[in-house]
């Protein structure tokens, strides 16, 4: 089945292969990311709907979640942690190699890739920020309380959010040009890696891809670009034009949502 062809929950269950749940119409990090692993490994998946704030108990009754994204393979458990899909995607695929075998490399890349995918990561922060907005914004409105609750959402965590993403940047800016200096394209190593994939995908939470590679709500576009100034200070061009590079070279263009 084409991975650009959503089916129901009812649809997947008994498919077999790759099915993967994803937030429909929404470039969700965790999301774009784990279908960016599969994309660069060729792992062909069935696009599975999460309808984000909707009914979702079909899914629970499945995989024991009702979010995305959820990699399932054949009969084997669901898998939602960002680490787990990735060695996933590394045990159905193993080349192209996305996850070094040498020790050091790959313990950049996990260790760099929290910073982007765990909790209190990039992706986590930014998300933060954007539900402190909309609490200081609107605290009655439904949606508001519906993403604190659902969020954990920490007033005092959400305001030191932009030092630490802005942190991040620094350290991703500064990896990159460790690695530039050695002459080489990509974060880690001398090839792709999921963290190469990583950023790509959590870069939106920074900077989107132009509407023309990435269409989205323009709502959603506008929160996703970052206004605080600490964050924006932070910013290196060099790591937009590295998402730039690898979303050319290695995933998928113009992103399907």
């Known amino acids: 089945m084409s991975g650009d062809d959503w089916i129901d929950v009812a649809s997947a269950c008994d498919l077999p292969g790759l ?26 998946f069935a696009r599975v709907a999460q309808l984000p704030g909707g009914d979702n108990e079909a899914l629970r009754a499945w995989t024991g979640r009702d979010d995305a994204p959820i990699a ?16 996933l995607a590394e045990r159905i695929a193993p080349a192209p190699r996305l996850i070094p075998d040498a020790v050091e490399e790959r ?63 620094r350290a991703f800016a500064a990896q990159l040009a460790a690695q530039r200096e050695r002459g080489r394209r990509h974060l880690v190593g001398d090839a792709l890696s999921a963290l190469d994939v990583w950023w790509a995908s959590f870069a939106a939470m920074i900077e989107p891809l132009p509407p023309e590679l990435c269409p989205m709500r323009p709502d959603t576009r506008a929160a996703y670009r970052v206004r605080d100034p600490i964050v924006r200070e932070a910013i290196d061009p060099r790591l937009l034009e590295h998402r730039d590079f690898i979303y050319r070279e290695y995933l998928e263009l113009p992103v399907r949502l």
Not at 19 to 44: D, N, T
Not at 72 to 87: F, Q, T, V, Y
Not at 144 to 155: F, P, W
């Open 19 to 44: 099915r993967l749940v994803l937030s429909a119409g929404v470039p969700g990090p965790w999301g774009e990311a784990a279908k960016g692993l599969f994309h660069a490994k060729g792992i062909p």
């Open 107 to 169: 313990a950049l890349v996990f260790g760099l890739g929290r910073e982007l995918c765990g909790e209190l990561g990039l992706g986590w922060c930014r998300r933060l920020m954007l539900v402190h907005q909309l609490k200081q914004a609107a605290p009655e409105l439904p949606i508001t309380n519906y993403l604190v609750t659902r969020y954990g959402y920490d007033a005092a965590i959400a305001e030191a959010a932009p030092s630490r993403v802005a942190a991040i940047l």
């Open 72 to 87: 399932i393979w054949n009969d084997e458990k669901p898998r939602d942690g960002w680490s787990e899909i990735a060695l």
